[in-house]
T-cell receptor, first 116, second 117 residues
Framework: KQEVTQIPAALSVPEGENLVLNCSFTDSAIYNLQWFRQDPGKGLTSLLLIQSSQREQTSGRLNASLDKSSGRSTLYIAASQPGDSATYLCAVRPAAGGTSYGKLTFGQGTILTVHP | DGGITQSPKYLFRKEGQNVTLSCEQNLNHDAMYWYRQDPGQGLRLIYYSQIVNDFQKGDIAEGYSVSREKKESFPLTVTSAQKNPTAFYLC????????????????FGDGTRLSIL
């Protein structure tokens, strides 16, 4: 059974700092990995999606990397801002085939606070 | 704008009562999902549907039921059999995960918070 773990559970940084959020998964047979952002009391917004064949994806100040063989992904946020404060979740989709195809397995999230 | 609408935003359930959470999407997505989120935990899949009139149990389906009579709608009923229903419920949709479509993310609604009276 796939298990996804995110470290740290919470992170507080001053504005302007570069930071890294970590995500690890136990089964490397994945189709893709997604990073989401969740604001308090809201749904999830997709930030980046990395295919299993890719090593990284970039969007603005965000960069996500994937090392499928070691079961790890990182989300790098450059020049953090107070508006980046939110919970960040990663999720993996299993490789094609089997009854779990298409279902996402989520980590428990990292709560990020960026203070001015 | 295309998106997913969940209602109500807050819902209270009395003991022994069934309650239904609404989820509507106008994204023309075939697949829809229901997740449950508890404090400090990630999302856990309750039910999902990849086509109208068909749905499958997720990891925590006990005490819940769904229907998929229309492509746009995927309501979730929390039955009296669910003894710990207090949680944040999220609905999502996506295109069906066929080959060549693996780069499409799931889209989420803003959630319904269910509490016990």
């Amino acid at each position: 059974k796939q298990e996804v773990t995110q470290i740290p559970a919470a992170l507080s940084v001053p504005e302007g700092e570069n930071l890294v959020l970590n995500c690890s998964f136990t089964d490397s047979a994945i189709y893709n990995l997604q990073w989401f952002r969740q604001d308090p009391g809201k749904g999830l917004t997709s930030l980046l999606l990395i295919q299993s064949s890719q090593r990284e994806q970039t969007s603005g100040r965000l960069n996500a990397s994937l090392d499928k063989s070691s079961g790890r992904s990182t989300l790098y946020i450059a020049a953090s801002q107070p508006g980046d404060s939110a919970t960040y979740l990663c999720a993996v989709r299993p490789a094609a085939g089997g009854t779990s195809y298409g279902k996402l397995t989520f980590g428990q999230g990292t709560i990020l606070t960026v203070h001015p | 704008d295309g998106g997913i609408t969940q209602s109500p935003k807050y819902l209270f359930r009395k003991e022994g009562q069934n309650v239904t959470l609404s989820c509507e999407q106008n994204l023309n997505h075939d697949a829809m999902y229901w997740y449950r989120q508890d404090p400090g935990q990630g999302l856990r899949l309750i039910y999902y549907s990849q086509i109208v009139n068909d749905f499958q149990k997720g990891d925590i389906a006990e005490g819940y039921s769904v229907s998929r009579e229309k492509k746009e709608s995927f309501p979730l009923t929390v039955t009296s059999a669910q003894k710990n229903p207090t949680a944040f419920y999220l609905c999502a949709s996506s295109i069906v995960f066929l080959r060549g479509a693996s780069n499409q993310p799931q889209h989420f609604g803003d959630g319904t918070r269910l509490s016990i009276l």
